[in-house]
């Protein structure tokens, strides 16, 4: 079965850091990129990263810059973000998403059309 998995979330005060896993399963990651988005309840959904598979690029949207990083193991088939610093407002459900029914699939953003389940992570004292 194709899938992503999200993995890694908790509770963590605000200040402290996590590191998300998304791992495919029945498919290899190394040929796409991954995307990080966010939804805070009542809240839109949000993109936070993006690593491409052709050159390893990065992106970040403004709110996470310097603070979290995205990062690929094509060995384990698996990509991570890496969140330090964190704050109350990164509060939410996290996600990974790839493009995995278009060919254009490898440079960020790409048409992300697959998602995993999400992995809850709270920021709070």
């Known amino acids: 079965q194709v899938q992503l998995v999200e993995s890694g979330g908790g509770l963590v005060q605000p200040g402290g850091s996590l590191r998300l896993s998304c791992a495919a399963s029945?498919?290899?990651?190394?040929?796409?990129?991954i995307g990080w988005f966010r939804q805070a309840p009542g809240n839109q959904r949000e993109g936070v990263s993006c690593?491409?598979?052709?050159?390893?690029?990065?992106y970040y949207s403004d709110s996470v810059k310097g603070r979290f990083t995205t990062s690929r193991d094509n060995a384990k088939n698996t990509v991570y973000l890496q969140m330090n610093s964190l704050k109350p407002e990164d509060t939410a459900v996290y996600y990974c998403?790839?493009?995995?029914?278009?060919?254009?699939?490898?440079?960020?953003?790409?048409?992300?059309?697959?998602w995993g389940q999400g992995t809850r992570v709270t920021v709070s004292s």
């Open positions: 690593i491409s598979s052709t050159d390893g690029g990065t």
């Open positions: 029945g498919f290899s990651l190394d040929a796409y990129a």
């Open positions: 998403a790839a493009a995995l029914k278009t060919p254009y699939r490898g440079v960020c953003p790409p048409p992300y059309d697959s």
